[in-house]
């Protein structure tokens, strides 16, 4: 029987060899479309033939006896993808980020979420992507301003454990700009030298974020001692160098594998569906076109008058403009007076845009656009 299962899986193997190419295959023709579209000017989705698509799809599922969902929600990752990239192209086509190169700061080491973030974003845009680590944000943030990389990553919310204040304060001094987001699926694993049973952990080590993500699984393991460290994929490294059987670290699978360590929990964290939203800054703003989605992110600054904030929030309703985020944090040497972040799906090249930003500006007391980018579609 063994024999048998291991020639089964062989042959899946094979398979899922094949099916990748195909992927790679189809993504490469998919890059010869998005050059055609921008040297042609065409818009970039056509909703029309999507579906289209997708009816194929269902169809020659039941043919061959697969379920149709299943094989619509496959090919609907495969086409989001699609339009991923060639909003990428466009973006970089209309700003000329054509190198072959970019280099990207990020807060930890090679195995963080934040170098998967990096990796994810540019990895099919660029030939060569160069991540860089640093300590803090704020390091991988000055490493922009000062002309070490020319982009960096920074984490700035997570479903589980909210906003990330650091990320914000900086956005709102070190006069940077967003050009773009990615949201990454976060799955926190348990990871160990070697195949041990989890009740024989004494010391865990990770990010404070991680751990306030994984409190329940952690709550369980009494005899454990829970310990911060500068980041996840430090952590996962200080594990290995120590070579303790009976210490761990939470960090993703692909720290695991990055590090030669073994996954000894998968998936360990408060809510299933936790995903954690990077910004990538940069020295100078993007400019997207009209047809893409777009998300802006604001800081503003109300007056002290009664019913200042809620007059704010009244223009972006009075031009129909919807605000996906309000985040508050207080100001540097102002004792109780806030500064406020606010995301809203509006492209600044749009007129009605422009006229909203110009009334909000004059009623509020200060009013800074950090950013208009491609909103990440889910």
């Not at 930890?108 to 099919?124: N, V």
């Not at 454990?224 to 290995?240: G, N």
């Not at 800054?281 to 800081?299: F, N």
Request: hydrophobic share 35%; charged share 30%.
């Amino acid at each position: 029987m063994k024999k048998e299962l291991e020639s089964i899986r062989e042959r899946l193997d094979d398979i899922d060899k094949t099916i990748l190419k195909a992927v790679a295959e189809r993504q490469d023709i998919v890059k010869e479309v998005a050059a055609l579209k921008i040297d042609k000017e065409a818009g970039i989705r056509d909703l029309e033939r999507e579906e289209q698509l997708l009816n194929r799809i269902r169809h020659f599922a039941q043919e061959i006896g697969l379920d149709r969902y299943y094989a619509e929600h496959l090919f609907r990752e495969i086409i989001t993808n699609s339009v991923r990239f060639q909003t990428h192209s466009l973006v970089d086509h209309q700003n000329k980020n054509n190198g072959d190169t970019v280099r990207v700061s990020f807060q930890g080491t090679d195995g963080a979420y934040s170098h998967l973030a990096i990796q994810r974003h540019f990895g099919e845009r660029f030939g060569n992507v160069e991540s860089y680590g640093y300590d803090t944000f704020l390091q991988a943030a000055k490493a922009v301003n000062n002309g070490e990389v020319d982009m960096a990553c920074l984490p700035i919310e997570n479903t589980t454990a909210g906003s990330i204040n650091d990320t914000y304060d900086i956005l709102g001094e070190a006069g940077l700009h967003i050009v773009g987001e990615e949201i990454l699926k976060i799955v926190h694993c348990l990871l160990a030298v070697d195949e041990v049973d989890v009740s024989q952990i004494r010391r865990i080590l990770s990010h404070p974020q991680a751990i306030a993500q994984c409190t329940r699984f952690l709550s369980k393991l009494s005899r454990s001692r829970v310990e911060s460290y500068l980041d996840t994929a430090i952590s996962a490294r200080k594990v290995l160098e120590d070579g303790d059987l009976s210490q761990a670290a939470i960090a993703g699978a692909h720290a695991a594998d990055h590090y030669g360590l073994k996954v000894i929990a998968h998936d360990i964290a408060n809510q299933k569906d936790n995903f954690t939203r990077f910004v990538i800054v940069a020295p100078e703003p993007v400019q997207v076109d009209g047809q893409i989605p777009c998300k802006t992110s604001l800081m503003m600054v109300t007056s002290n008058e009664e019913g200042s904030l809620i007059e704010c929030l009244n223009v972006l309703h009075k031009h129909g403009i919807n605000m996906s985020k309000l985040e508050s944090r207080p100001r540097m040497n102002e004792p109780w007076r806030y500064s406020f972040y606010l995301d809203i799906e509006a492209n600044t090249e749009n007129e009605d845009t422009k006229k909203a930003l110009q009334e909000l500006g004059e009623k509020s007391a200060e009013l800074k656009v950090l950013g208009c980018y491609p909103k990440q579609e889910s």
